[in-house]
């Protein structure tokens, strides 16, 4: 379990200008420096934010790593959702969803109605 | 007498970030009404420094080395780190005061063990106060962050003694001090539960803070913020430290749960400084 890892390497990530460049360039040789399971490497190498939720990462990091990405405010719910429809419950943190998964904002489901 | 004002107010990314997203934009435009009244009335005070207890989310502290209590003594400080077009607030540097923050952590500091910070990036939960309170960032900032984010939190009572303490230390200093607390009541952000709000847990926490009922605010347990505000409920400690820095009762301002695109209830509250 390399929880603390993973969200250590988002911490850097997201206030790092020097670490954002690296992930561009050289994300290989930027994840090696943390300890990491190859589950937690995938999910960073694909932007897997599903995945990277149900593990546990801490929304508020992961919310800054979707912002990084250029993930629209929806789609990061809907991905977070998506992650544990395929993966299970959030297995770790504080983070879990608690909600049953809908929507609880009027422009949330304004836009669900719209696809 | 040198603090001349308290209040808190909430500080969640969507307030600007999303804020091109709302449906309700009277309530919006209302909620932005009384943060610069806010700002109009710290200004009145006559603050020469405001200091923001805020509770940041892994801008500057992380678990490898997690203060209960920071207080910044930078001479300035940079934000947001957030990608600037997601929180719709530029990139800027924000004037910091580090004579009178070394002053105020070397009084806070006989009674509350706290860090202290000449770097400091601040995030949203700064930047978006500071957006609207001081827009052009002519103020002076004394950044203090209380730990609502990684568990272990810094327990209800300490956040009341720190809020104690910096009423102490501005006390003592000539310069007149603005303080605010910036979090959110009951919210599940960055969760797919974002927009959740638990409306009667919010409107019986205001009325404790209000009434400055400290044994009633004490009396939360992390456990029980957590089944009825989230996770974010755990920022209530920023509220808490504002009001024992005033003293006095409180007025209510503003609170709406009919926004949230925001992700939480919106607040704005100020206290009597007594």
Known sequence: MSLYYLQKFLYVLNRDEAAQQRYHDDLDGLIVDFDLSDEESNALKEGDIGLLYVLGVNGQILMHFAAFLGIEWFDYLDLMRAGTEKHGPVRAGV?????????FTVEGKDRENEK | MSLVYSGVLSHAPGITGRAHMVKNTAKRDE????????RQEIVESGAEA????AAEHFGNFFMNNMPAFCIGIGEKYYGPIEDPEWLKIDRTTIPGAPDLGVRLTKEVMQTVDTAYAEEWKFDHGIMVPLHFLTPNYELPIIPVNINCQGPPLTPLHRAWAFGEAIRRAADLVPEKIAVVGTGGISHWPATPDSGKINVEWDREFLDRLM????????????????KDGGQGGFEIRTFIAAAAAA???????FYTPELPIFAVGCTVARFDIV
Do not use: C, I, P, W
Not at chain 2, 50 to 53: E, R, W
């Open chain 1, 95 to 103: 983070y879990a969803t608690t909600g049953g998964g809908e929507s």
């Open chain 2, 31 to 38: 909620f932005y009404a009384k943060l610069d009244t806010q």
């Open chain 2, 50 to 53: 405001l200091v923001v207890m």
């Open chain 2, 211 to 226: 009434r400055q009922d400290k044994q009633a605010l004490m009396s939360y347990t992390d456990e029980d913020t957590y």
């Open chain 2, 247 to 253: 003293g006095g009762n409180g007025e209510l301002q």
